[in-house]
Nanobody, 126 residues
């Protein structure tokens, strides 16, 4: 199973970026998918997750109202739309696949995700 995250880059505070995650080797339609991030010197943290069918989402308080996670199971893709970016959003962003099929509700615990992408770097300047 491979997850490839892309779409990161440099943005100004208040700007937007859209991250994408392409999955191969696993049909993700029966797995919850999540986005996590790791800032320099900090631990990896939960950002957002979406249920296998796309009908339920969960967000970290720090990104609620600014970020939106979505998925296209036909394309085996997951997305993270990031708006109103802040310098504190600067981090490497990772997509990940839940280890359990058909889990409900979605969870944000790192230990519940077994496949991880390589990460895409997001830098937000003030």
């Amino acid at each position: 199973v491979q997850l490839q995250a892309f779409g990161g880059g440099l943005a100004q505070a208040g700007g937007s970026l859209r991250l994408s995650c392409a999955a191969s080797g696993r049909t993700i339609g029966s797995y919850n998918m999540g986005w996590f991030r790791q800032a320099p010197g900090k631990e990896r943290e939960f950002v957002a997750a979406i249920r296998w069918g796309g009908g339920s989402t969960s967000y970290a308080d720090s990104v609620k109202g600014r970020f939106a996670i979505s998925r296209d199971n036909d394309k085996n893709m997951v997305y993270l739309q990031m708006n109103s970016l802040k310098p504190e959003d600067t981090a490497v962003y990772y997509c990940a696949s839940d280890r359990m099929r058909w889990r409900s509700p979605v969870v944000g615990r790192l230990s519940e995700y077994d496949y991880w992408g390589q990460g895409t770097e997001v830098t937000v300047s003030s």
